[in-house]
């Protein structure tokens, strides 16, 4: 006859033996749940961050009961999951009723549930109570489940997350400038890129949580957006780009030594160079043909030629080529007073002058006004007024 060395009980009445003990014994002296009475954890107090694995995440709730159960609940399990027992392989979050319903288990395997026993959040630190519950088994020849209970009080400190304090001590890593060639931005223009900067910025901090707006400098000639992040500025820069069309540049200036590391400090700008050009402008490429932009975008230029109004798409590079630059020109409005097979005479609407032009080659009508460009001394038809 086998005895328990702990309690004496004979393993008829108390076992199977386990490691020479009764069933109790065994369970008693192979605890699972190891972890001690206090958690203490910190979310930041300007965005709510807190640490996931060492590592600050944006919280799913930024409703602040919400807040504080999430964070003290990550830290919850963080502290369950490093404080079982070696002997348990795996485990499994449960509710608590789910648990209740668990009567065996493999062995390594462990469940756990925990609920708020009782708490106070309206003021810092929070204090969360939590009730936490494991079943498990550890032994093949337990006929009993460990069933543990252990009550945790969870500390949520307020801190500033180390990205906060660098936005709040106005910290930026990058300058991105957004110009447009040879003029300043038109107020259309800054409008849109305000809008694109700010969705994309969304985007960003989603993974970046350094790609922030430090702020934002309206210039004459156009916009100066101080970032967190040298990669958002370049990302920013890209999806302006790929809008309105340009050419990206960059630009470093040593702005000091890094105390610790000794090792020099650059501030990147990101210049991002909006082309000339807008929808309406009159252009004229190398050989005198004169256009109107319709569409200026990433890819190129879409022009209709004022002699035909015809439509074509020329790429930045062919843009380029081709010399396709603005010209100087004025406008008018004309009515057209007659048309004949070879030509159309005009009434200029203001001076009320008349001249003859060439039928183009679009159809035109008797007392149909016309918006008239005139670059040099020759006349387009714009459009219809
Ligand atoms: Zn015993
Ligand atoms: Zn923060």
Same mark, same amino acid.
């Given at each position: ?26 369970? %008693? ?38 807040? #504080? ?69 550890? +032994? ?5 489940? +460990? ?27 990058? #300058? ?42 309206? %210039? ?92 074509? +798409? ?59 460009? +005139? ?11």
């Amino acid at each position: 006859m086998r005895f328990c060395y702990r309690c004496g009980i004979s393993e008829e009445e108390g076992g199977p033996l386990i490691e020479g003990l009764c069933q109790v014994c065994y369970r %008693k002296e192979n605890p699972v749940l190891l972890i001690g009475e206090e958690v203490n954890t910190e979310l930041c107090q300007n965005c709510g961050s807190y640490k996931k694995r060492g590592v600050w995440v944006d919280p799913k709730s930024y409703e602040l009961e919400e807040l #504080i159960f999430e964070v003290a609940e990550n830290a919850l399990l963080e502290e369950l999951e490093d404080s079982f027992s070696e002997k348990i392989r795996e485990y499994e979050v449960v509710s608590p009723e789910e648990l209740e319903e668990i009567e065996d288990l493999p062995v390594g395997m462990a469940v756990v549930s925990f609920e708020p026993l009782d708490f106070h959040i309206e003021h810092f630190p929070a204090i969360i109570v939590y009730e936490v519950r494991v079943k498990a088994r550890t +032994h093949e020849l337990q006929r009993e489940l +460990h069933d543990e209970r252990k009550r945790v009080t969870v500390y949520v400190r307020q801190t500033v997350c180390p990205r906060c304090q660098k936005f709040l001590g106005g910290y930026f890593e990058a #300058i991105l400038q957004v110009r447009a060639e040879g003029r300043p931005l038109s107020e259309e223009e800054r409008k849109a890129i305000g809008k694109l900067v700010e969705e994309k910025v969304d985007e960003i901090m989603r993974k970046d949580r350094m790609g922030f707006i430090q702020d934002t400098i309206e %210039k004459e000639e156009g916009l100066d957006f101080y970032m967190g992040s040298t990669s958002s500025a370049r990302k920013i820069a890209q999806a302006i780009r790929e809008r309105f069309g340009g050419t990206i540049s960059e630009a470093y200036e040593l702005v000091g030594l890094d105390r610790q590391t000794s090792r020099e400090v650059y501030r990147t700008s990101v210049s991002v160079r909006i082309p000339k050009f807008r929808k309406g402008d009159i252009v004229a490429d190398r050989r005198g043909n004169v256009y109107e932009v319709e569409r200026v975008d990433g890819k190129g230029l879409t022009l209709k030629n004022l002699e035909n109004w015809e439509s074509e +798409h020329l790429d930045w590079k062919t843009a380029k080529r081709e010399k396709v630059d603005t010209v100087e020109h004025e406008e008018s409005e004309a009515m057209v007073t007659s048309v004949t097979p070879g030509e159309v005479q005009l009434m200029d609407m203001e001076s009320y002058e008349t001249y003859e032009l060439n039928r183009p080659p679009f159809e035109v009508r008797e007392g149909e006004v016309y918006r008239m460009v +005139h670059v040099g001394r020759r006349k387009y038809f714009r459009g219809k007024k």
